[in-house]
C-alpha cells in the first residue's frame, strides 16, 4: 500500500477511539479541539478515513464547551496527544506497505478501567468489542500511552488534590477567619453607622446652632452698637446728673443759708401759746371761759371755731385790768396736733443742717404738755416727738439722693428731785447718769435708730419707766422733767462736708400750788422740786431777756440741773422754741396768768445769731 493510499479502520477501533476523544474531551475540551485539527490533518496526510466527520465533530463539541481546566493539565493532555499522533504516524508508514486484507492490525485489548465516566450503550460495544479477540498493535499502543498518561495524571491529580486539600483548610480557616473578621467589621460598621448617625444629627444641631449664632452674632452686633449708643447717652446723662448733683449741693447750701435766714428773723426765741380744750366735768359755759383768742388784724374777740385755730394774741377776760395781749402763735382749743406741728417742723428742719434745737412744753400741771410733746398711739392724735422723728427719716431719705447720710442716736432721761435718772437704762442697773457743768449728761444709754419705730419702742419703754402720781388737779401728774434726746450726724463725701447737731424735746413737769394740788409727803416734796427747778428757769430767761443791757452778764444755769442741762439749747448756736400750755377754766386763771408772764419774758430773749455745728469732712 502506498503513502497515499486510504487506510480504513475497522468499526470497533472507530468506537475505541471514539470514546477515548469523549474522554479527553470531557477532561480538556479546549484541547481536543487542538488535537481534533492535528488528528484531521494528519490523517489527511495519510488518507484515513476514519479521521473525516468524527474528528470534525469533536472539534465543534470542543468549540461549544465552556468549562476550561488549570493550563497545568491542558499542557499535558497536549504533550501526549502530539507523542501520540506522531507515534500514529510512524506506525502508519511503517505498515503501508503491508497489504492490509492480509493483516489484521487490530487486536483485542484489556478492559479499559478509565472509561467509568462513559455511558451505558459504549460499554456495551466496549464488552463485545473485547471479547472479539481482535486488537490490533495499533489500538494497544493507543490504549497503552493512554494508560500510561492516566496514571501520570491520576498520581499528579492526587499530589495536586492533597495540596488541594490542605490548601483549602488552609483557605477554610483563613475563610472562618475572614467570616469571623467580617462579623466584627459588621458589628464595626453597625457601630459606625450608629455613630455616623449620631453624628449627623449632631451635625444637624451644629448647623442649627450655628445658624442660630450667625442670628445672634449678628443680633449681638446690633446690640452691641445700640449699647453703644447707650453708654453714649449714659455718659451724657451722668455728666449731666453729676452737673445737677453739683448744683443740687450748691442749691442746697444756698436753701440752708435761706432757711437760716427765715428762721433768725422769727427769733431764735419763739414762744407758742396752746389752750387745751374743756375736760369732761368742766364747766364750759361763756362765764366760765376766761380765755380768749384775739384775732392780730382787728384785735377783737374771735371764735374758737374759726378754720384755722391759729391766733395772735390772747387776753383775759376773768381780770381786764390786768389783761395779758402777746403777739405770739396762739392755738386754740380746737387747734390739732398736726396744726401744731406745721409751725414747728421748720426748727426739725433747722436741726438737719447743723443747729442744736430745743423744744420744751411749759405750764401748769394738767394744761396739756404730755399730750402735745407725745400725743397718744392714734394717728391724728400723735405729739411733736414721734412727729419730728418721723420728718426727720424723711428728710434723711431725701437728702441721700443729694449725697448726705445721716445717723441718728436716741436717749431719754428725767430729772426727779433733781436727779438724773435713765429712763432707757435696764432695770437695777448700778450706772447713774451725771450732769455737770463741763459735760452736761454722761453715763447716759443712747440706742442707734434706724426708722420711726425704733423710737417708739423706746418712748414706751421710758413712758413706763417716767415718775407719776395723781393729785386733785391730774389723775396723772408727771413728776419729773422728760428729755428726749437725739443726736443727728451728717455727711455729705461729695462735697467733703459734715455737720453734728442735738435736737432736746422736753416734757417739763406741771407747775402747781401745793395748796390747790393737795399733795402731802413725797408728792408734796417732788412739788417742790419741780417749783424750784421752773423757777430758776424762770430767773434764766430773764437774766437771759436782761443780759443786752446788764453789766453783770450771769445766768443761774447752775442753780438748777433742769438748766445746767438746757444750757446748751439756749447759747449763741441754738434755736429754741417754748410751747405755753394753758387750761381754759376759771379755776386755773392765776396759774394761765402767770404762764403768760412767764412766756412774755421768755419772748424777750435774744440770743443771738445761731451758729450750725458744721464743717469739712476730714478726707
Not at 495519510?46 to 476550561?68: D, F, I, K
Not at 505498515?95 to 487486536?107: G, L, P
Not at 450748691?250 to 428773723?265: G, I, K, T
Request: net charge negative; proline share 2%.
Amino acid at each position: 500500500m502506498s503513502l497515499g493510499a486510504a487506510v480504513f479502520v475497522r468499526p470497533q477501533t472507530l468506537a475505541r477511539f471514539d470514546r477515548t476523544m469523549k474522554v479527553l474531551l470531557k477532561q480538556s475540551p479546549m484541547r481536543v479541539r487542538d488535537l481534533a485539527a492535528q488528528a484531521q490533518q494528519a490523517s489527511a496526510c495519510y488518507g484515513l478515513t476514519m479521521s473525516g466527520p468524527q474528528m470534525a465533530e469533536y472539534a465543534a463539541q470542543a468549540q461549544g464547551r465552556t468549562r476550561v481546566k488549570r493550563h497545568a493539565e491542558f499542557d499535558r493532555l497536549a504533550s501526549f496527544v502530539r507523542e501520540f499522533s506522531c507515534e500514529l504516524v510512524f506506525e502508519l508508514r511503517a505498515h503501508t506497505s503491508q497489504d492490509a486484507s492480509d493483516k489484521d492490525f487490530y487486536n483485542d485489548d484489556d478492559d479499559d478501567d478509565d472509561d467509568d465516566d462513559d455511558d451505558d450503550d459504549d460499554d456495551d460495544d466496549d464488552d463485545d468489542y473485547n471479547n472479539s479477540g481482535t486488537t490490533s498493535w495499533l489500538e494497544q499502543s493507543l490504549l497503552r500511552y493512554l494508560l500510561q498518561a492516566f496514571e501520570q495524571e491520576k498520581d499528579t491529580l492526587k499530589a495536586e488534590n492533597e495540596q488541594l486539600a490542605t490548601t483549602c483548610t488552609e483557605l477554610k480557616s483563613d475563610v472562618d477567619q475572614k467570616q469571623a473578621a467580617i462579623v466584627e467589621l459588621r458589628e464595626t460598621v453597625d457601630d459606625l453607622q450608629g455613630k455616623q448617625s449620631s453624628l449627623l444629627q449632631e451635625l444637624d444641631g451644629l448647623r442649627s446652632t450655628s445658624r442660630t449664632s450667625v442670628l445672634a452674632t449678628s443680633t449681638i452686633e446690633q446690640q452691641t452698637s445700640e449699647i453703644k449708643d447707650l453708654h453714649d447717652k449714659v455718659a451724657a446723662l451722668e455728666a449731666c446728673v453729676k452737673e445737677h448733683e453739683q448744683q443740687a449741693i450748691v442749691d442746697e447750701a444756698e436753701r440752708r443759708r435761706l432757711h437760716n435766714m427765715v428762721q433768725e428773723l422769727k427769733g431764735n426765741v419763739r414762744v407758742f401759746c396752746r389752750v387745751r380744750p374743756f375736760l369732761s366735768g368742766e364747766d364750759a359755759s361763756a362765764d366760765e371761759q376766761p380765755v380768749a383768742c384775739l384775732d392780730g388784724k382787728t384785735n377783737t374777740l374771735a371764735s374758737c371755731a374759726c378754720s384755722a385755730n391759729v391766733f395772735s394774741s390772747i387776753k383775759l377776760t376773768v381780770h381786764p385790768s390786768a389783761m395779758v395781749l402777746c403777739s405770739w402763735q396762739v392755738f386754740d382749743r380746737d387747734s390739732t396736733q398736726a396744726q401744731v406741728f406745721e409751725e414747728i417742723e421748720q426748727l426739725v428742719q433747722s436741726s438737719m443742717d447743723g443747729y442744736n434745737v430745743c423744744v420744751f412744753a411749759y405750764g401748769q400741771t394738767g394744761s396739756g404738755k404730755t399730750y402735745t410733746m407725745l400725743g397718744s398711739d392714734d394717728e391724728g392724735s400723735r405729739g411733736m416727738i414721734p412727729r419730728a422723728v418721723e420728718q426727720l427719716f424723711q428728710r434723711q431719705a431725701e437728702l441721700a439722693a443729694k449725697g448726705w447720710e445721716y445717723t441718728f442716736k436716741a436717749s431719754m432721761r428725767e430729772i426727779y428731785n433733781e436727779e438724773p435718772r435713765d429712763l432707757l437704762a435696764t432695770r437695777g442697773s448700778a450706772t447713774k447718769p451725771v450732769i455737770s457743768w463741763t459735760a452736761p449728761v454722761s453715763n447716759l444709754s443712747e440706742f442707734a435708730v434706724t426708722v420711726p419705730d425704733d423710737v417708739h419702742e423706746l418712748l414706751q419703754r421710758a413712758e413706763t419707766n417716767r415718775r407719776t402720781a395723781k393729785t386733785a388737779m391730774n389723775a396723772r401728774s408727771s413728776r419729773s422733767h422728760s428729755v428726749f434726746r437725739l443726736q443727728i450726724a451728717g455727711e455729705n463725701k461729695a462735697a467733703g462736708e459734715v455737720c453734728n447737731a442735738t435736737l432736746n424735746l422736753i416734757d417739763l413737769a406741771g407747775s402747781e400750788r401745793i395748796k390747790v394740788s393737795k399733795v402731802q409727803g413725797k408728792e408734796e416734796k417732788e412739788a417742790k422740786y419741780i417749783n424750784k427747778s421752773l423757777t430758776t428757769l424762770k430767773r434764766v430767761f430773764t437774766k437771759l431777756s436782761q443780759k443786752a443791757s446788764m453789766r453783770d452778764g450771769h445766768v443761774p444755769f447752775r442753780d438748777s440741773k433742769l438748766t445746767m442741762l438746757l444750757k446748751d439749747s439756749m447759747c449763741n448756736n441754738s434755736k429754741c422754741l417754748m410751747f405755753v400750755n394753758v387750761a381754759p377754766t376759771a379755776a386755773s386763771a392765776s396759774e394761765t396768768k402767770n404762764s403768760l408772764r412767764f412766756a412774755a419774758e421768755a419772748n424777750k430773749c435774744h440770743l443771738g445769731t445761731a451758729r450750725a455745728n458744721s464743717g469739712t469732712s476730714s478726707k
